[in-house]
């Protein structure tokens, strides 16, 4: 009974183990067909000053159209990154972002994997797909993820790409390990507040973590940009609190570059309008 028992585990086992491989081999091909074929894009998503409500800048957030249908990166994004296929589409995406700060006359914020910034040569990549010159017009959004590989290493990148020109933004800060102290020798120029603190705001403590970044970020001479902004009166919480730079669903939905322009017509981005001209004028 034993032996039966366990030989039907092996076989479960096997099947399941098959079909697993079987995905995983699927899916990187379609990842690479995807790359060849022209299946990515770029949409952007803008990031709007306070005080002047003028887009400063986007955020360029990858899209998958698959023949069956769009896929969001949080479907295959991690899946690219183990198997490191996110290094050659991360840098035809880059090639696109370019293309797409231009189109648009705005930055781009390009996010970049920690295992992308961990590959060697990855300045000299960057350095060829985005071309030499208009390096004001990129940041690259890195996790701190990214700061649990090599440091040593990473900074050295970081470094090297600060003094091109290129802004460093660290993304969803305050969700990962690196250690407030930790920033003092990193060469970083943002902290994004990550959405999560957003959507907190009116719990218990919400507002003490989002204050607690500001004044991080002001001690270090850093800019903040806050994600996730969905609503009008988080928005004025966050301008409240000293955050300036906002990104969200209020604002605009991450879009093509050609239709990017007509999404912030919408009617989500004049209530923001509305609600800062009745403050000025109150
Ligand atoms: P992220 O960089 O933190 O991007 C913010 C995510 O929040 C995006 O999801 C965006 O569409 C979404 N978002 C924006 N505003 C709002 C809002 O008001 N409410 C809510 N609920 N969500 C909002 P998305 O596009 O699915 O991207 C997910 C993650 O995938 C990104 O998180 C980033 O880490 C990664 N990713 C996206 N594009 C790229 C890329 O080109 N390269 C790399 N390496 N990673 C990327
Ligand atoms: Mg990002
Ligand atoms: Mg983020
Ligand atoms: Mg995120």
Redesign the pocket.
């Known amino acids: 009974f034993e032996g039966k028992r366990s030989r039907v585990g092996v076989v479960v086992f096997d099947d399941a183990l098959r079909a697993r491989m079987r995905a995983d081999q699927n899916l990187r091909r379609e990842l690479t067909d995807a790359l060849a074929g022209g299946e990515f894009e770029?949409y952007y998503?803008a990031i709007v000053d306070a005080a002047t409500l003028e887009v400063v800048g986007t955020?360029?957030?990858?899209r998958w159209h698959h023949p069956d249908g769009l896929r969001?990166?949080?479907y295959w994004?991690g899946f690219a990154e183990e198997t490191g296929l996110?290094v050659p589409i991360?840098r035809h995406?880059v090639r696109a972002a370019r293309a797409g700060a231009h189109r648009l006359g705005l930055p781009v914020a390009?996010?970049?994997?920690a295992r992308?910034l961990a590959e060697p040569g990855y300045v000299r990549a960057l350095r060829e797909d985005w071309g030499e010159g208009d390096w004001h017009l990129l940041t690259l959004?890195i996790?701190e993820s990214a700061l649990l590989q090599d440091l040593a290493q990473v900074i050295d990148s970081l470094i090297t790409l600060r003094a091109l020109g290129v802004r460093i933004s660290i993304?969803?800060f305050g969700t990962g390990y690196s250690s407030f102290a930790r920033l003092a020798v990193l060469p970083v120029d943002v902290l994004k507040i990550d959405?999560a603190f957003v959507r907190d705001l009116d719990e218990p403590g919400g507002v003490a973590v989002v204050q607690a970044i500001v004044s991080l970020a002001k001690a270090h001479g850093l800019d903040v940009v806050a994600?996730?902004?969905?609503r009008i009166d988080q928005f004025e919480t966050l301008v409240d609190l000293g955050v300036h730079k906002l990104?969200?669903?209020?604002i605009g939905r991450?879009t093509s570059a050609a239709s990017l322009p007509v999404e912030l017509t919408a009617a989500s981005f004049g209530r923001v309008v509305e609600s800062r001209t009745r403050r000025e004028s109150s």
């Open positions: 770029m998503q955020e360029a957030l990858v969001m990166p949080g994004l996110i991360g995406l390009v996010n970049v994997a992308q959004e996790t993304d969803d959405q994600e996730g902004v969905e990104q969200g669903f209020l991450p």
